[in-house]
């Protein structure tokens, strides 16, 4: 029994000296890359580099200063605030050198060495080039004007709280540092490669995750990137696959919209608004042509469709006159009083603007036939969409922010229940289960409405 003890005890004390060389051994940041000879300065580069990055929508609290933080980021583990990103001193990053700045977008580590939660995506960012990482360290310690901001701790529980762990998680989360493919090529496929898989880290939102919260593949080579996410209880469409928000789109129609927030299809909404804003709406015609030939040409998204000449749609009223293309059309266009209360519903607060074939108008009224948002396998945007509706956002393209209005004063939860059921299902649409009037009474008491 001693001879147990004894053996228990050493196996105790090896454990902990191992827990205590894991949580205090030193880390270290990755080495550079070589940097391409004819690359830009960073100071001609810094600004558009944070463009591509997007670092405005996460780093910028609503009604807060550019940068300054405070924005709250949830998560499955609980709330994480953004950092103050000026080159204030004191509250945000004044005097990082480059070598510290880098270590916090590739390795998640800040200028101390202490681990950053993976809201900031550096899991993504591992692909930028040694170029735009020069050009984000300019801008935003040469360029930008330091604001004081005090940003709010972290609302994490036990054990989330404590960073060390963090350092288990980049063993089986950070894939490998640099981009494989060439990022400032002249080849549409590969530049647009860099800037989806890169900066634009969109798989950080479009792609599934897994229990430990580790994002499905980092690459068009792994079968899970962008097949669709969830951030917040809200679905982030999958931009791959028979099934993606953008399968059949022509890479005209998907520059469009990452360019303006809108196009002939569908209209930008909920925290993409910010990404277009902030973001796409300033790539050059030649970056967000790239963006969407890749993307276009992902599989079963209709590849080698960006160049096609479509037939001209054809007029509101001639696309109207025509024999119903749909049981929901017929059923809607023949006003019966005695149809479904889903379709009144849709009567009395959608038909006038998105109409009977669920077409809306193209730039104006997005499209219910077939919207990712309407599908989504989490009717959260769909009901929030009901409950406070939405504005486009404004670009330099399309000026006009035009809004949805919400309904939360004019229906209870019962009809926002029985409106997001019928539409679901109309037309074309294909998504299974009824939404409950309870899910719709817990959102409207989330958001206050």
């Not at 980021?73 to 950092?83: D, K, L, M, N, R």
């Not at 860099?194 to 939102?205: S, T």
């Not at 059923?331 to 005695?338: R, T």
Request: proline letters at 6%; glycine letters at 12%; one cysteine or more.
């Amino acid at each position: 029994m001693k001879t147990f003890l004894r053996i228990l005890g050493a196996l105790v004390i090896v454990g902990v000296v191992a827990l205590l060389g894991f949580i205090f051994w030193p880390v270290s940041r990755s080495a550079p890359t070589q940097v391409a000879a004819n690359a830009p300065e960073p100071a001609e580069h810094g600004e558009y580099a944070m463009r591509l990055a997007d670092c405005a929508a996460c780093h910028t609290a609503e009604g807060g200063e550019p940068f300054a933080g405070g924005r709250p980021i949830e998560s499955p583990v609980g709330t994480i605030y953004s950092a103050n990103i000026t080159p204030d001193s004191e509250t945000g990053i004044g005097g990082w050198t480059l070598a510290e700045f880098r270590g916090a977008l590739i390795d998640g580590l800040d200028d101390e060495g202490h681990h950053l939660y993976p809201a900031m995506p550096y899991t993504n960012y591992r692909g930028l080039t040694e170029t735009d990482i020069a050009g984000l360290h300019h801008y935003f310690i040469e360029d930008l004007e330091p604001v004081r901001n005090d940003v709010p701790a972290n609302d994490l529980p036990f054990p989330f709280d404590q960073r060390w762990g963090l350092r288990a998680w980049k063993w089986v989360a950070m894939p490998d540092v640099g981009f494989v493919s060439g990022a400032a090529s002249d080849d549409q496929i590969e530049r647009g490669a860099y800037l989806v898989e890169g900066p634009g880290h969109c798989g950080a939102c479009h792609s599934p995750r897994n229990t430990l919260f580790v994002q499905d593949g980092y690459t068009a080579d792994d079968a899970g990137f962008l097949t669709g996410g969830v951030i917040a209880g809200w679905t982030a469409p999958a931009l791959r696959g028979e099934d993606s928000a953008i399968a059949g789109w022509t890479a005209e129609e998907v520059a469009q919209i990452l360019g303006t927030g809108r196009n002939a299809h569908a209209a930008i909404n909920g925290e993409m608004a910010l990404v277009v804003e902030d973001s796409t709406q300033y790539m050059t015609a030649d970056d967000l042509m790239a963006v969407s030939q890749y993307l276009v040409g992902l599989d079963g998204n209709g590849a080698n469709r960006g160049q096609e000449q479509e037939t001209p749609s054809s007029g509101l009223a001639e696309r109207l006159s025509d024999d119903p293309a749909t049981e929901t059309e017929r059923i809607l266009a023949s006003a019966d009083p005695g149809m479904p209360e889903g379709a009144r519903l849709y009567l009395d607060n959608c038909g006038a603007c998105h109409f009977v074939d669920g077409k809306g108008a193209d730039e104006v009224f997005p499209e219910l036939d077939g919207s990712s948002i309407v599908q989504a396998g989490e009717p959260t945007g769909l009901i929030s969409m009901i409950l406070h509706g939405g504005a486009l956002p404004s670009t330099e393209a399309r000026p006009y922010a035009l809004r949805m209005p919400g309904f939360a004063d004019r229906l209870s939860d019962e009809e926002v229940a029985t409106l997001a059921t019928f539409l679901r299902s109309a037309w074309n649409n294909e998504a299974s289960g009824a939404v409950e009037a309870g899910a719709v009474a817990d959102m409207r008491s989330e958001e206050g409405g």
